[in-house]
């Protein structure tokens, strides 16, 4: 068979890349696919009546759509207590992850371009929260912001004034600041990845044709980004989407609850796992559809290259 080019492919060079595919294809179908079809079977599912647990339907023709129905109608009904949950976690994961980017684009800039020498240092110590328990650093914030901790003391000037701000206590500034230092790292990375790839003549020649520094970060830096920006954003965002720990730990009020609470607390309550079946489905579609959307946008823009 012959190439675009006119040369011959060897034999069986059509074979290799589905056959390089197998082995992702069936980590994917055992640890993503499997697992979503038990939490549908169990979202569609029934619920023993006397041990009030989760039976699990695997026959679609045999599913009880009930409690998605249940959920739905408590979302976008007459009686919406599911709803402020759902708005809290799209405005906290928004103004979080917009959060995220202030702080990591010029960390990851710097690193990038002005690290030099020091990059290996820079790259270890933004990596080192990896090394870290989320539940220990966050349990660290609980520490520094009780009442008589360190953010109250700094606030008071060593005792000359007298703050007692309660930030454990319902503030959704504490839990916004919460996910933006728990996931800030997952946004560091792709950047410079991102910013690190990014051509060097490129950059060279916008300072030679007389662009200033802001003139070559407006037109050659920042479009060069762009896709590490949409990365990173997806990166971050979607495990925010999940979160309910961080709620938990520093705030625990129902007031700042978000769907990640909504599904732990339907987890541990006995009958209501399909709901938190539902409230994964739901979670699932809204986190699909920016990668969607993603990644059709980069194969229409490479077919234009083409």
């Known amino acids: 068979m012959a190439r675009a080019d006119g040369r011959r492919q060897p034999p069986g060079s059509r074979l290799i890349w589905p056959l390089l595919a197998i082995p992702g294809t069936v980590w994917l179908a055992l640890l993503f696919v499997a697992p979503l079809y038990v939490v549908v079977a169990i979202l569609f599912g029934g619920t023993d009546p006397i041990l009030r647990e989760p039976v699990p339907v695997w026959n679609p023709l045999d599913w009880d759509f009930t409690q998605f129905t249940y959920v739905w109608d408590h979302i976008v009904g007459s009686q919406p207590f599911f709803r402020p949950a759902l708005v809290r976690t799209v405005l906290y994961v928004t103004i979080a992850t917009l959060l995220c980017l202030l702080i990591a684009y010029p960390v990851a800039y710097f690193t990038a371009r002005f690290a030099g020498r020091w990059r290996g240092p820079l790259l270890a110590a933004l990596i080192a929260p990896f090394w870290i328990s989320y539940m220990m650093r966050m349990l660290a914030w609980v520490n520094l912001l009780q009442t008589d901790g360190l953010v109250n003391r700094t606030l008071s000037a060593g005792g000359l004034l007298d703050v007692h701000v309660n930030w454990l206590q319902g503030h959704a500034t504490t839990v916004v600041l919460g996910l933006a230092y728990g996931y800030v790292p997952y946004m560091i990375l792709p950047l410079y990845a991102g910013l690190d790839r990014a051509p060097t003549a490129m950059l060279e020649a916008a300072r030679d044709l007389g662009a200033s520094r802001w003139e070559t970060f407006r037109r050659v830096t920042w479009p060069l980004s762009q896709t590490a920006v949409v990365v990173s ?74």
């Open 233 to 306: 954003l997806l990166v971050t965002a979607l495990p925010m989407l999940g979160d309910y720990f961080t709620n938990d730990l520093l705030s625990g009020s129902p007031s700042t609850s978000m769907i990640g609470n909504l599904i732990n607390n339907s987890v541990l309550t006995p009958g209501q796992t399909g709901q938190a079946g539902a409230f994964v489905l739901i979670i699932l579609v809204v986190s699909v559809i920016p990668m969607v959307l993603y990644v059709r946008s980069t194969r229409s823009g490479a077919d234009v290259m083409s």
